[in-house]
C-alpha cells in the first residue's frame, strides 16, 4: 500500500456514483472511482499500453481500460482471477470536509535522455522553443520544462505546428541564431514543413524536434508510424533518429552545428521510449566545434573592386538580406561616395528611405525612385542579394558583387568583378581601399525623384473610385502612426507588392518577409517577437537571398 501524504480533491472531480474520471492531485494524475458509498483511487495508467483509465467506464462493477477493454477492480486495482498485472492503488477516506486521497513521496528525478538533449541545445545556444506538447514528445516537453524553470530557455507554446516552424524561422532570420520547434509524430510533424520550408528557402538555422511512436512498433503501420527523416529531406540539411544506445548529446551537439555552418533547418526525430531512459552522459560543450563564419575578402579581389569604384561618378549600392548586419558599414561609405543606396525588398528598413541617400525598393515591390537611379548609375556595389528576378538588377550596368557564398557570385549573370567576403567587413576594406574619389552628389537627384513619387503617392491616397481603401491609403496611415522602431511582418501577395511600394521605412522601421502564409505566434511568459528582439546579436547572415 502506498504511504505519504493526504491531498484534498478538489469537490467538482470526484465522481458521482458508477463513474471513472481523470484527476490532478498535488501534480499527479489519478483514475477515481465511486462505487456506490466507496471512492477508489488507482493509477491513471494501464500497465499495457499506458492507457489513461480515468477515461475508461465502470462496466459491471470493475473499471475498463478504454483502449483495449481490459478490467480491473476499481478499489483494489486487482485484474481478473488467473492475471496478476494490478494496478497502483491509492488509499483514500472520505472526511467531513471532503474526499483524500493517500499518495506516496513524489520520486526523485533521474536525469534522462531527454534531459542531455536540452541540456546541450542550451549549451549550443538555443534558448527559444515554440511547440507543441502531446503524446510522443512528453519526456523532451519534461526536460523542456525542467530548463524552464532553470531559467536556461524559454519555451513558447502553439496553437498550430506550422506557427512553431515559422516562428522559429523568423527568429533565426531576425537575431542570426538557431531556435528550435518541437512537436509530435505524424501529422503533427508534417504540419511543421511549409515553415520550415521558409527557413530552408531563406537560410535561417533551425533545429526541429520530432517526437515519433516507439521503437518496437517503428516501421510497422502503427498510429502515426511515419518515416519522419525521409518526408523532412527535401527541408533539412541533416535528419536524424536517435536511438536508446546513440551518442545523445552528441547528435543533439551535431544537429545544432548543421543549423548553423549550412544555415538551415536539422531536424531530430526521437522515438517516444528513448526520450526518458536515464542518462548520466555529460552534454554537449560547443567549445572548438563551431568556427567564426566571417570570410575576409581576397585582396587581389578588392583591388580590382576597388579599381571600379574609383573609377565610377555615379555608383549606386544595392543591399539584401546578407548586408543586414552591415548597416553602419554601408551607410558610411555612401555618404563619402554620394552614392544611393537601394534596397531589395526583404532588405526594406535596412537603409531608411528618409535618409539623404536613401533610395527605397528596387524591383516589382520596389519604386520608380530606385528604379530610376539604377538606370543611371554608372556601377552597382551589389551587396548581399540574390539577383532573383523580382528585384530586376540590370545585368547590363558594371557590376560589384560582394557575398560570402561561393555559389551565389554570378548565379544568375556574369558580374564585372566579385569579392567573397563577409558583408560588413568586405565593405569596410573596400572603402579604405577606395578612398574618397571624385563622384556625382547624387542627394539632388534623390530628394527630385522622391518628391516627385511622393506626389503621386498623395494623389493616389485620396482617390476614391468606389472600390474601398486603397493600398496607398492604407500605407500611408501606417507611415504616419507607427512608432520609429516598428518591425513589420508581411506575407506573400498584393499586399507585399503595396507594402514595398508605398510605405517608407523611418528611424529603425525594419520589414521581415514570410514566403508561404501567416502562422499566429503564440505566448508564454514572453511573446516570440518580444524574445527576438531581446537578442539582437547575429552570428551569421544570409547574403544570398533578397
Known amino acids: 500500500m502506498a504511504v505519504g501524504e493526504w491531498h484534498k480533491v478538489t469537490e467538482t472531480d470526484v465522481p ?66 488467473g492475471f496478476s498485472d494490478a494496478v497502483t492503488t491509492y488509499p483514500v477516506e472520505e472526511r467531513a470536509d471532503g474526499v483524500y486521497v493517500q499518495l506516496p513521496q513524489p520520486v526523485a528525478h533521474v536525469r534522462t535522455v531527454g534531459d542531455v538533449l536540452v541540456e546541450t541545445l542550451v549549451a549550443y545556444g538555443i534558448s527559444q522553443v515554440f511547440g507543441m506538447v502531446g503524446h510522443s514528445d ?53 504540419n511543421l514543413l511549409t515553415g520550415l520550408c521558409d527557413a530552408k528557402l531563406d537560410q535561417s538555422p533551425v533545429v526541429a524536434i520530432s517526437g515519433q511512436v516507439p521503437s518496437k512498433v517503428l516501421g510497422r503501420g502503427a498510429f502515426q508510424d511515419v518515416d519522419l527523416s525521409a518526408v523532412f529531406s527535401d527541408v533539412a540539411v541533416s535528419t536524424t533518429t536517435v536511438h536508446a544506445g546513440s551518442d ?32 548520466d552522459a555529460p552534454a554537449g560543450r560547443p567549445d572548438g566545434r563551431l568556427s567564426d563564419h566571417r570570410v575576409r575578402p581576397d585582396i587581389s579581389a578588392l583591388r580590382r573592386a576597388a579599381e571600379l569604384v574609383t573609377g565610377a561618378r555615379r555608383p549606386v549600392i544595392i543591399v539584401g538580406h546578407g548586408a543586414r548586419g552591415a548597416q553602419r558599414e554601408v551607410t558610411a561609405p555612401a555618404e563619402r561616395l554620394n552614392a544611393p543606396v537601394l534596397t531589395t525588398f526583404k532588405a526594406k528598413g535596412l537603409i531608411p528611405d528618409t535618409h539623404p541617400l536613401g533610395g527605397g525598393v528596387l524591383g516589382r515591390s520596389g519604386t520608380p525612385v530606385a528604379s530610376w537611379l539604377m538606370n543611371e548609375a554608372d556601377l552597382l556595389i551589389v551587396i548581399g542579394v540574390s539577383f532573383a528576378n523580382h528585384t530586376g538588377i540590370a ?41 574618397s574619389p571624385e563622384t556625382e552628389d547624387q542627394r539632388t537627384d534623390v530628394a527630385a525623384r522622391w518628391a516627385i513619387w511622393r506626389a503621386e503617392k498623395a494623389r493616389r491616397v485620396v482617390d476614391d473610385r468606389g472600390r474601398g481603401v486603397s493600398a496607398a491609403a492604407v500605407f500611408d496611415a501606417l507611415g504616419r502612426h507607427l512608432p520609429a522602431d516598428a518591425v513589420v511582418t508581411v506575407d506573400v ?24 502564409r501567416n502562422a499566429v505566434r503564440g505566448t508564454r511568459r514572453r511573446t516570440a517577437l518580444t524574445a527576438m528582439q531581446s537578442h539582437p546579436s547575429c552570428l551569421w547572415r544570409s547574403p544570398h537571398h533578397d
Not at 515559422?166 to 509530435?184: D, E, M
Not at 560589384?400 to 548565379?411: E, K, L, P, S, T
Request: glycine residues 12%; contains cysteine.
Open 138 to 190: 512528453l519526456g523532451v516537453a519534461e526536460a523542456l520544462r525542467r530548463a524552464e524553470e532553470r531559467g536556461d530557455l524559454t519555451y513558447i507554446g502553439i496553437h498550430h505546428e506550422g506557427a512553431a516552424a515559422f516562428a522559429a524561422s523568423a527568429y533565426g532570420k531576425l537575431t542570426g541564431r538557431p531556435a528550435a520547434c518541437f512537436t509530435i509524430a505524424g501529422p503533427g510533424s508534417t
Open 16 to 81: 458521482g456514483d458508477g463513474r471513472v474520471r481523470s484527476v490532478v492531485v498535488d501534480g499527479r494524475s489519478i483514475a477515481m472511482t465511486r462505487c456506490g458509498p466507496t471512492v477508489g483511487a488507482l493509477e491513471n495508467r494501464c500497465p499495457h499500453q499506458g492507457g489513461p483509465l480515468g477515461e475508461g467506464s465502470i462496466e459491471k462493477g470493475l473499471q475498463r481500460c478504454p483502449w483495449h477493454g481490459y478490467d480491473y477492480d476499481p478499489l483494489s486495482g486487482k485484474p481478473p482471477e
Open 248 to 279: 545523445h548529446a552528441e547528435l543533439a551537439a551535431v544537429a545544432v552545428k548543421h543549423a548553423i555552418d549550412r544555415r538551415g533547418v536539422a531536424h531530430l526525430v526521437l522515438p517516444d521510449e528513448m526520450q526518458v531512459i536515464a542518462s
Open 493 to 516: 501577395g498584393n499586399h507585399a507588392y503595396s507594402l514595398g511600394r508605398y510605405w517608407e521605412s523611418a528611424g529603425q522601421r525594419t520589414v521581415r518577409h514570410r514566403r508561404p
Open 395 to 435: 545585368p547590363y550596368r558594371s557590376t560589384v558583387q560582394i557575398d560570402d557564398d561561393h555559389a551565389a557570385i554570378g548565379r544568375f549573370d556574369a558580374v564585372t568583378a566579385a569579392v567573397l567576403g563577409d558583408a560588413a567587413m568586405t565593405v569596410e576594406e573596400l572603402a579604405d581601399a577606395v578612398g
